[in-house]
Every structure is written in structure tokens, then in C-alpha cells.
T-cell receptor, first 116, second 115 residues
């Protein structure tokens, strides 16, 4: 298994366009997380799933953001009507419920979004 | 209130020397976990080490060790025998409680290892 993967790695879009990112977690992991990281800051939590259920959403996740994990495997994060303030790195992480070491989250390489 | 505080924006260390990165945290929950991650310029967050609030001993993983001082609410990362490849951003993160799974991150510390 090669770890968490994300696609695309980079996305440039114009303001007002919709974008969708994909995350494939480590195969046996049942929890999946999305974070956003702006330049010079630490990641901020957006939302997380246990299997296909979305169990928590941050207030950072405005109505323009939606995330899904339809079959409890990969997840998508869609941003509608993008704004320049959406420019950031979007990180996906996964973990195995009940695993050792505090249920460590393993991160993907991230998707860098630039909204022009 | 800030849950994780990293007060050192940047640090320089000579190759083969040790470096300590500071992290203080704020929680009223008796059960929590503390994590350190490394983020190279490529962007991927790499897990380094974990310390549970009930762990009696300080965590160690190879050249990484965690100086856990519960009463002071600090969880400093020590990198021994620094290598050029250790140059990166380092983040301290906390997971609070048994039913909460999200991580709260600090602002990070940039480490530059000099040859």
C-alpha cells in the first residue's frame, strides 16, 4: 500500500469556477479527514468521515464547500463558486479507528489550489 | 484560545547537533494525544512521533524524542544528530478527548540545518 493519495496535486482556476479534489485513503483506514492550510500556517480542520458518514464539519466549511465519501473509500471535496480566499493547500488524512499511537492520522501530498 | 502554541518561527542548527522545538498546549480534557509532524517543501505532512496524556514515559522514535512535561503542558520535540534532510517545517498537533478525532495544529517552526 502506497499511503494516502490526492488528485490533482495542483489546480489553478478562475474565480467563480467550481473545483473538485479527490482523496484515496490508506486502504484499511475507515476514518478520513480534510484540512486546509494557508501559507505560513498550520493545517485547519474542515471535516471528517467515519466510513461513509460525515460526522463533523468545521464552521470553516461554508455552504460553498461539500465533501462526500460515497462508499466509505475515496472522498471528494468540492468548492463551488471559488473565491480568491479559497487559495490554499487542501490536505487529506486517514486513520484506522482504534489503532495504536493515538490513532495516528497519515496525510496525503495535498492539493494546492490557486484561485485567480 | 490557541490550543497549540509554537513560539519559534524559525531555527538554525548545525549538522550533527541536536535541536529542541518548543510546543505548549491548552486543554482541560484529561485524555489527549500530542503529535509531531514534519512538512518538507514538497508539502506532505510526515508523522514523526506521538505522546499520549497517560503515557508514563517520554516517547522516542529513532532520532526523535518528545520531552513531555504534563504539569507545564509542554511537549517539546528533540531531534538529535541533525541531518541536512531534517530541514523542514515542524508542526505540533493535539487531539483532545476520546470522542474527538480532529487535530489542532500549531503555527509551526521552520528548521534549517547547516552543513
Amino acid at each position: 500500500d502506497t499511503g494516502v493519495s490526492q488528485d490533482p496535486r495542483h489546480k489553478i482556476t478562475k474565480r467563480g469556477q467550481n473545483v473538485t479534489f479527490r482523496c484515496d485513503p490508506i486502504s484499511e483506514h475507515n476514518r478520513l479527514y480534510w484540512y486546509r492550510q494557508t501559507l505560513g500556517q498550520g493545517p485547519e480542520f474542515l471535516t471528517y468521515f467515519q466510513n461513509e458518514a460525515q460526522l463533523e464539519k468545521s464552521r470553516l466549511l461554508s455552504d460553498r464547500f461539500s465533501a462526500e465519501r460515497p462508499k466509505g473509500s475515496f472522498s471528494t471535496l468540492e468548492i463551488q463558486r471559488t473565491e480568491q480566499g479559497d487559495s490554499a493547500m487542501y490536505l487529506c488524512a486517514s486513520s484506522l479507528a482504534g489503532s495504536r499511537a493515538g490513532e495516528t492520522q497519515y496525510f496525503g501530498p495535498g492539493t494546492r489550489l490557486l484561485v485567480l | 484560545a490557541q490550543k497549540i502554541t509554537q513560539t519559534q518561527p524559525g531555527m538554525f542548527v548545525q549538522e550533527k547537533e541536536a535541536v529542541t522545538l518548543d510546543c505548549t498546549y491548552d486543554t482541560s480534557d484529561p485524555s489527549y494525544g500530542l503529535f509531531w509532524y514534519k512538512q518538507p517543501s514538497s508539502g506532505e505532512m510526515i508523522f514523526l512521533i506521538y505522546q499520549g496524556s497517560y503515557d508514563q514515559q517520554n516517547a522516542t522514535e529513532g532520532r526523535y524524542s518528545l520531552n513531555f512535561q504534563k504539569a507545564r503542558k509542554s511537549a517539546n520535540l528533540v531531534i538529535s544528530a541533525s541531518q541536512l534532510g531534517d530541514s523542514a517545517m515542524y508542526f505540533c498537533a493535539m487531539r483532545e478527548g476520546r470522542g474527538d478525532y480532529k487535530l489542532s495544529f500549531g503555527a509551526g517552526t521552520t528548521v534549517t540545518v547547516r552543513a
